[in-house]
């Protein structure tokens, strides 16, 4: 039992330095390209806030009170000295903080995209090891089918279905926004109103990302199932779910945990739309509100954000592969 202990320290101190630094430097060059992508782009924040106002004094005053007015390499090292003590900006749009602005956001994306992942994951692993064990049985065509069109209709797509029939039709589940408006809860009571407005946002992201999951398990789990080693457990008399989820699924998990991982990206900028749709006030809908008032800091803070959530989750999948595969020895030394 005493090489189990060695999974989690797989790797060594030295290379997590060095993934560390790696992930810095990474997440550096992502905000000069985000934050020269931004400004590069036509507009004039300043004439947004100005609104129907003309008067170039008052343009000038709100240039200079936001440092618009700076050439852009000195707005570049103004951000990122700024970012390296923690200092985010100033919202144009909002009037304070940006990380005020986003902190507010993030409990209802992590709420949304959590709960997708979550879902999508586990029911897409089960359907996936179900459809192998089955295959070409009608419960397999039935699960590929289903996979293979949610995979191909857009997240925004399926939203507007979903909203179209079950909120605005059937009735069944509200239309927009997290909770009630007009409606003050606590407790069990507004527990229960976040979980109903939740529904169909997170069903939306699930049924997209789900089939991936679903398509990839159960291939992995058809090409794990004629190893020998499964013949073997096989002959030996063991339970069939216990074959199937105590062996082979150990072993078909791998490439699963990279779509998943990889999945947790795409759902942030999937969540956007989902977010659009459903008026969820969650990050993605700050995206697109900032967007439309040139709000630079917010949308560099939120790029930021994003690029941080996803260079963790791909370390935490590098930490995942090792505990799955005690092969997989990011810490052996050569030779």
């Known amino acids: 039992m005493r090489p189990r202990r060695k999974l989690l320290p797989a790797y060594s101190g030295r290379l997590l330095f060095g993934r560390a630094v790696q992930s810095v430097f990474l997440i550096l060059v992502l905000v000069v390209i985000n934050f020269l992508l ?5 507009g004039d924040p300043a004439q947004i806030l100005a609104g129907q106002s003309g008067d170039e004094q008052y343009l000038q005053f709100i240039r200079a009170r936001f440092g618009l007015d700076q050439p852009l390499g000195a707005q570049l090292w103004i951000y990122l000295s700024g970012v390296l003590r ?46 192998a064990r089955r295959e070409n049985s009608f419960l397999d065509r039935a699960v590929n089918t289903f ?23 059937l009735g069944l589940f509200p239309a927009q926004n997290m909770s009630s408006a007009g409606q003050e809860t606590e407790g069990v009571a507004h527990l229960l109103d976040v979980l109903e407005h939740l529904t169909l946002p997170v069903a ?5 990302y789900l089939a991936q999951v679903l398509r990839l398990t159960r291939t992995a ?13 096989r002959a030996k008399g063991l339970e069939e779910r216990r074959v199937l989820y105590g062996h082979a699924l150990r072993n078909a998990l791998l490439p699963v945990v990279t779509v998943v991982g990889y999945d947790f990206g795409m759902l942030l900028s999937g969540a956007v739309f989902v977010e659009t749709v459903f008026a969820w ?3 993605g809908r700050l ?11 917010v949308l560099m803070g939120l790029f930021l954000a994003v690029s941080v959530g996803v260079v963790v989750v791909n370390f935490i999948t590098d930490l995942t592969y090792s505990a799955l595969d005690p092969r997989i020895g990011y810490g052996r030394r050569s030779g």
């Not at 931004?38 to 036509?42: E, F, R, V, Y």
């Open 38 to 42: 931004i400004h590069l782009a036509p």
């Open 86 to 131: 923690g200092d985010f900006g100033y919202s144009l749009g909002y009037q304070q903080p940006v990380l005020s602005v986003i902190f507010e956001r993030v409990p209802a994306t992590l709420l949304l995209v959590l709960t997708a992942v979550t879902l999508s994951s586990a029911a897409g692993v089960v359907l996936g090891v179900e459809a």
């Open 147 to 169: 996979a293979l069109v949610c995979y191909s209709v857009p997240s925004f797509s399926v939203g507007h279905l979903l909203l179209i029939v079950f909120a605005l039709r």
């Open 204 to 208: 939306t992201l699930t049924a997209v």
């Open 221 to 233: 789990m058809l090409n794990v199932l004629g190893e020998n080693f499964i013949t073997t457990a």
């Open 281 to 283: 006030p969650g990050l």
């Open 287 to 297: 995206m697109i509100d900032s967007l439309a008032m040139r709000d630079y800091p």
